[in-house]
């Protein structure tokens, strides 16, 4: 399974921002497809999380009815929709495959909110 990150950018506080990772391989082995990212000089943070072949989604408290995360099953890509961005938002966002004993990373792409 391969995972890679895009639509990253420069936005103003306030804006709006949607970032895709586009799934290929063995999808079948995928549980879910989670949302991180490390701001500078910060720990790596959950943003989402959305099952492979459900619905549920999980969100972190910070990005919370801010951010939404959602599948397109005939892609194969998952994207994460961001709203009403703050400066503090400012991070590189990572995708996340989660197999049953493994985690697969894709690329991270920067996002930069700037106030």
């Known amino acids: 399974v391969q995972l890679q990150a895009s639509g990253g950018g420069l936005v103003q506080a306030g804006g709006s921002l949607t970032l895709s990772c586009a799934v290929s391989g063995r999808t079948s082995l995928l549980y879910g497809v989670a949302w991180f990212r490390r701001a500078p000089g910060k720990d790596r943070e959950f943003v989402s999380n959305?099952?492979?072949?459900?619905?549920?989604?999980l969100y972190g408290d910070s990005v919370k009815g801010r951010f939404t995360t959602s599948r397109d099953s005939a892609k194969n890509t998952v994207y994460l929709q961001m709203n009403n961005l703050k400066p503090e938002d400012t991070a590189v966002y990572y995708c996340?495959?989660?197999?049953?004993?493994?985690?697969?990373w894709g690329q991270g792409t920067q996002v930069t909110v700037s106030s």
């Open positions: 996340a495959g989660g197999l049953l004993n493994n985690i697969l």
């Open positions: 959305i099952q492979w072949s459900g619905d549920s989604t």
